[in-house]
């Protein structure tokens, strides 16, 4: 049984900063990638982030240079720090785990990101 725990969603003004954390548990195995996609209202859900077991870090070109993907293998947990906020950016932003090959998806529960003044 996996699970994903995100946290550190919120409310922040424009131009603001905001980290989210997303830490898995269960039997997670060694080839994976953790990561972010978000979903804003009437809009599908797109990738924001990813970075694979080995650092490989992935960007949607909407977020690259103001967002920042990292792991910590040990722990099994994703951070993203996210920059320069805009409104655009308001969305539910939901962690994303393939776990092994062939990869199976998790996802967690949602974090609700707002960016407004």
């Known amino acids: 049984q996996v699970q994903l725990v995100e946290s550190g969603g919120g409310l922040v003004q424009p131009g603001g900063s905001l980290r989210l954390s997303c830490a898995a548990t269960?039997?997670?195995?060694?080839?994976?990638?953790m990561g972010w996609y978000r979903q804003a209202p009437g809009k599908q859900r797109e990738l924001v982030a990813t970075?694979?077991?080995?650092?490989?870090?992935n960007y949607a070109n909407s977020v690259k240079g103001r967002f920042t993907i990292s792991r910590d293998g040990a722990k099994n947990t994703v951070y993203m720090q996210m920059s320069s906020l805009n409104s655009e950016d308001t969305a539910v932003y939901y962690c994303?785990?393939?776990?092994?090959?062939?990869?199976?998806?998790?996802w967690g529960q949602g974090t609700q990101v707002t960016v407004s003044s």
């Open positions: 269960g039997n997670i195995f060694a080839i994976t990638v």
């Open positions: 994303n785990l393939k776990n092994g090959w062939p990869p199976k998806d998790y």
């Open positions: 970075m694979t077991h080995i650092g490989v870090a």
